[in-house]
C-alpha cells in the first residue's frame, strides 16, 4: 500500500512512523525547508507523555515553570502548586520535529522538502492522490497533515461531510516573542496566564521559561489586527517589567485552530490529523499530545485491518473521539461561554473559589477537571443556584456536557447516513 503524507505535523510524523516500520510506502510533502521544520519555539506537553507513546524523551526537554491563571480586572490569582513530577514537559519543538523526522526515515520513510501541495486528486468518490507543482502523485491513502487552513480539506469544497475551513472566531491568532529578561529586574518564579487581558477575547501570558528567556503571547480569537497587537503587548511590558528590549526569536503571526475536532474526519482514502483535523485543546491551543496519539490511532486501524477502506479509517475516528474529542467539544463550549461571559462575573467565578486550582490546572495541561458527567451536571446545577449572573457560564457548562454526551455517542461502525445525522447535531451545539 502506498501512503502520502501532506506535511510533516506530528500526528502525520507518528502515523508515518508506525506505518513505515509495519512494512507500509511511505512518502512525505512538506512545504517547508527541512531547516525550518515546525515553530521555532518552546511548547508544552502533558507529563508522562513521552513514556507512555515510547518516543525518546526530546534532547533539552526540561520540567515547565509553575503558572497563575489571573481572571480579568481581579486581584485574584490562581497559582498552581503542581508537584514537579508531574509538571508539563517543556520542549523546543522543531528539534522534537527533527529528532521524529530522522526515526521516519530510519524507518524507510521518505521525505520531499520545499514541495508545495496544491489539493487533492479524486476519481469519483475516492481521493486518489495529491496534486503539486510535478503534477499528480497517486496513492492508497493520504493523510492530511496539512494545518489549520488545509488546502487538502479545502478541496472537498464541503462534500462528504468535510469541514472546509475553520470560523473565524474558531481560530486563535497569536504573535508568540521570546525577549532577553531586562536588566536589573527580579525574575518571578510563576507563568502568568491573563483570560480577555485588557478587552481582549483570548489569552495572552508572559513568564521565565526554562532557558531563561522572557516568553510574551498575544492572543486573540478572531482577527488580530496589527493595532490591537501593539495595544495589548505595551499593556503586557506594562504589566510585566521583566520584558526586556531584545528580540531573541519568535515574533509572526501565527493561527492555531482552537474549536472542537472535525465531526467528519476521513473519507474514500484521506484521513485528518492534527491541526487539519482540528485536534488542539479548544482553550489553550497545544495540540503536540493529541495530534500524536490520532496519528497512533490511524496507523494501528490501518495496520490491524490491512487496508484503508472508509470502514477502516473510521474506526480511527471513533476511536479518538471516544478518547479526546468528546472531551474537546466540551471545552470548546466552555470557552465560548467563558469568553462571552462579563468581566465582572467572571471576577466573582475566580474570586468565590468557585473556580479552583484544580480545575484550570487540568485546562491548562489539557484534560478536563477528574469529575464524572453526573458530578459535573450536579456542579452546573449548584452554579446556577449561587448567583444569577453566573447562569450563562452554568448554561454553557450544561451545554458542553450536553455536546460531549453526544460526541460519545458517535456511531461505531461506517454507515454514511448515520453519520451525517450524529455530525449535523454535533455541529448544531457551536451554533450561535
Not at 154 to 174: C, L, M, Y
Amino acid at each position: 500500500m502506498k501512503i502520502t503524507v501532506v506535511g510533516a505535523g506530528q500526528g502525520g510524523l507518528q502515523a508515518a512512523l508506525l506505518l513505515a516500520n509495519a512494512g507500509y510506502d511511505v512518502t512525505v510533502y512538506e512545504k517547508s525547508p527541512r531547516s525550518e521544520l515546525g515553530h521555532d519555539q518552546l511548547d508544552a506537553v502533558e507529563p508522562g507523555f513521552f513514556e507512555q507513546m515510547s518516543i525518546p524523551l526530546p534532547a533539552g526537554a526540561k520540567r515547565a515553570v509553575t503558572a497563575s491563571f489571573l481572571a480579568p480586572y481581579s486581584d485574584a490569582v490562581l497559582t498552581l502548586n503542581t508537584p514537579e513530577e508531574k509538571e508539563n514537559w517543556s520542549i523546543e519543538r522543531r528539534i522534537f520535529s527533527l529528532e521524529q523526522v530522522e526515526r521516519c526515515e530510519k524507518a524507510g520513510v521518505k521525505f520531499f522538502f520545499e514541495t508545495e501541495v496544491k489539493g487533492l486528486v479524486f476519481k469519483r468518490d475516492c481521493v486518489t492522490g495529491i496534486q503539486t507543482d510535478d503534477g499528480e502523485i497517486l496513492s492508497d491513502l493520504v493523510i492530511d497533515a496539512g494545518g489549520v487552513y488545509s488546502v487538502c480539506r479545502e478541496s472537498f469544497h464541503g462534500r462528504f461531510g468535510i469541514t472546509e475551513k475553520p470560523k473565524e472566531d474558531e481560530v486563535f491568532n497569536i504573535v508568540h516573542t521570546y525577549y532577553e529578561p531586562a536588566p536589573g529586574v527580579n525574575l518571578p518564579d510563576t507563568y502568568n496566564y491573563y483570560l480577555k487581558y485588557n478587552g481582549s477575547y483570548g489569552i495572552c501570558w508572559c513568564g521565565i521559561e526554562v532557558d531563561g528567556s522572557v516568553s510574551t503571547l498575544i492572543g486573540n480569537i478572531g482577527e488580530l489586527k496589527n493595532e490591537e497587537y501593539e495595544r495589548l503587548f505595551a499593556c503586557l511590558r506594562k504589566d510585566n517589567p521583566i520584558i526586556g528590549e531584545k528580540v531573541l526569536r519568535g515574533g509572526r503571526y501565527t493561527a492555531i485552530p482552537v474549536r472542537y475536532p472535525a465531526p467528519i474526519m476521513v473519507a474514500n482514502g484521506y484521513a485528518s490529523v492534527g491541526d487539519s483535523a482540528f485536534m488542539t485543546v479548544p482553550i489553550m491551543g497545544n495540540g503536540i499530545a493529541s495530534s500524536i496519539r490520532a496519528g497512533q490511532f490511524l496507523a494501528e486501524s490501518v495496520i490491524e485491518n490491512g487496508d484503508a477502506s472508509i470502514s477502516t479509517l473510521w474506526k480511527y475516528e471513533v476511536k479518538f473521539f471516544k478518547k479526546y474529542g468528546a472531551v474537546f467539544c466540551f471545552l470548546d463550549i466552555l470557552k465560548r461561554g467563558l469568553l462571552e461571559t462579563d468581566d465582572d462575573t467572571l471576577k466573582f467565578l475566580f474570586e468565590s473559589g468557585i473556580v479552583t486550582n484544580e480545575e484550570i490546572e487540568s485546562v491548562l495541561h489539557g484534560r478536563t477537571p477528574s469529575v464524572t458527567l453526573t458530578e459535573l451536571k450536579q456542579k452546573v446545577t449548584n452554579l446556577m443556584k449561587i448567583r444569577k449572573s453566573v447562569a450563562s457560564v452554568a448554561a454553557a457548562a450544561f451545554k458542553g456536557v450536553m455536546a460531549m454526551t453526544h460526541a460519545l455517542n458517535i456511531p461505531q461502525e461506517y454507515d454514511s447516513k448515520s453519520i451525517f445525522v450524529w455530525a449535523y447535531k454535533l455541529d448544531s451545539f457551536f451554533k450561535k
